[in-house]
């Protein structure tokens, strides 16, 4: 049965919007306290106590109860969530910045853990562990022929820091089984996906979410940006569904002169906490340009608006997702959380940018795809927010809230309208799995190249491309690129570029012609 193409921009909008559901939500990092006091509080205790011990069949108590609070959060905001034991481990690695393991990145091809790239100065890599080797045993787990799930193949990689594990891996260049000995280590999770110079004089960092390393990340990489002659800065938070709230105030305050007002939030008590520049900032002259789009929440959102009201900067791009809820965590005995919305953050001219979610959490989800439909991601003139939520700047600009930050700059989507479906794919897995199956069969074909070599290569060929429009119908997308082949092909060079080169190179190619960065530098 083919794929309905129709529907694939929307399935892959909604995992992003799930990315901003999970990555929006970790404004506060402090736990709540809390004792019932109130007896109608104890109903629910009592009742599954009742459940438990007279109800006349075996009963899951504790899936009874995850539904109970999963309904009790629907019915207050979209961001009020709960966080299963099994999802909040690994979120909250994402959020840490770093995990203990090996250090590899892996597909599951065919049967077996296919190794996509070692990382650098990582324990695998130090082992002496390649591109293209299958991890056949970890201990005496067996790894292969058992379609194990993620985290299950995750639990058997990770352990404690220094922690001997014994890998059996199969090389296919070489056709020999290997037997390596490691130790596990702290292995970073980078916030900061790239740091280039685009010009003599112009500089790019990619963030894709705002962890507890993003700071120093940022901090680390702008100075080696200056010391290389960057007087302009693009920073790009486009897909970047959010984080920790300091994490990106930390950043706008480098960027602001001192007393500048970052953001402010107000909770239920009408108790209003304001946030201000400091005179720490590193780079408060000089052209800043901030890139968002659709995806684009929470954090990214408080860093878009602080530098928009405070006609510091440019933001380019198209209209935010608009979230403008912060949460607090609760932790669970059985690793699980809760995060709750208390209270709602406001951009420096006053704006709250949080879309309406009064039509409960489906509508609001699908606003989003509206967008898709209404041509906003083509016309600036598409976009609908209310008149009545005018804000002025203090240079008189007018800026609008009640629904994401409008941008200064309107960028469209690359892509026709109506052919939202190839934008998206582009930037899904798919790609990464066809680079990697390509590899795969012959990477010896790119063996010794230069990165300028490898480009040349890959300009010159249109084979990538046609296999690929063949991979596309042989998984069942009936999608023709038709005149999107120049982005097709773009990315999927910046693809081999990624699994042979490293992530930086990803962004050397994939920026050349990217449409938000040609509207910053032919000004």
């Known amino acids: 049965m083919k794929f309905n193409t129709k529907y694939l921009p929307l399935l892959l909008f909604s995992t992003l919007v799930f990315g901003v559901v999970l990555g929006g939500m970790l404004h506060f990092p402090g736990r709540a306290d809390f004792t019932a006091k109130n007896n109608s509080k104890t109903k629910l205790n009592t009742l599954i106590d009742f459940i438990d011990a007279e109800y006349v069949d075996a009963v899951d108590t504790d899936s009874i109860v995850n539904l109970t609070v999963d309904n009790i959060l629907a019915q207050l905001d979209p961001h009020s969530v709960y966080i299963p034991a099994s999802e909040q481990q690994q979120v909250m690695e994402s959020m840490k910045g770093n995990f203990v393991g090996i250090g590899v990145s892996f597909y599951m091809y065919k049967d077996s853990v296919a190794v996509i790239k070692p990382v650098e100065n990582g324990p695998s890599a130090k082992a002496g562990i390649k591109a293209g080797d299958r991890i056949l045993y970890a201990d005496k787990t067996k790894l292969f022929g058992r379609k194990l799930p993620t985290d299950s193949l995750f639990s058997k990689l990770k352990g404690a820091v220094g922690s001997n594990i014994e890998l059996t891996i199969y090389r296919k260049s070489e056709r020999k089984k290997l037997k390596l000995k490691l130790k596990r280590d702290v292995i970073p999770l980078k916030s900061v996906d790239a740091a280039l110079l685009l010009s003599n004089t112009t500089g790019y960092i990619k963030i894709n979410r705002f962890a507890e390393t993003t700071y120093k990340e940022f901090m680390q990489n702008l100075s080696a940006l200056k010391q290389r002659g960057a007087k302009s800065l693009i920073i790009d938070v486009r897909d970047n569904g959010g984080g920790y709230m300091e994490e990106a105030i930390a950043i706008a305050d480098e960027l602001l002169p001192n007393k500048q007002l970052i953001v402010f939030t107000k909770n239920k008590k009408g108790t209003i906490d304001k946030t201000f520049a400091t005179q ?11 890139l968002i789009n659709e995806n684009s929440a929470s954090a990214s959102e408080i860093l878009a608006g602080a530098v928009q009201d405070n006609d510091r900067g440019t933001i380019v791009g198209r209209r935010s997702f608009g979230k403008g809820l912060v949460q607090r965590e609760m932790d669970f005995a059985d690793g699980s959380a809760v995060r709750l919305t208390v209270a709602r953050y406001y951009t420096p001219t006053g704006r709250s940018i949080q879309k309406p979610y009064s039509k409960g959490n489906e509508a609001y989800f699908k606003e989003s795809e509206t967008r898709f439909e209404n041509g906003e991601l083509y016309q600036k003139d598409s976009i609908k927010v209310s008149d009545t939520l005018q804000f002025k700047t203090k240079k ?21 309208h109506g052919n939202e479906s190839t934008a998206y794919l582009l930037q899904s897995g798919i790609v990464g799995n066809f680079v990697f199956e390509q590899l795969d069969k012959n990477r010896s074909a790119f063996k010794g190249l230069t990165f300028a070599q490898f480009q040349s290569k890959m300009n010159q060929t249109e084979a990538y491309f046609n296999s690929f429009q063949k991979f596309i119908f042989g998984n069942g997308l009936d999608l023709k690129f038709g005149k999107s082949k120049s982005l097709v092909k773009r990315y999927l060079a910046a693809e081999f570029a990624r699994q042979l080169y490293g992530e930086r ?7 050349k012609e990217d449409a938000m960065i040609k509207a910053i530098l032919k000004k």
């Open 280 to 290: 720490k900032g590193s780079f408060e002259k000089g052209n800043v340009f901030i």
């Open 396 to 416: 008189g600009k007018i800026v609008y809230g009640g629904g994401g930050i409008v941008p200064d700059v309107f960028v469209p989507l690359e892509v026709e």
């Open 505 to 511: 190179s990803y962004y050397e190619i994939i920026l």
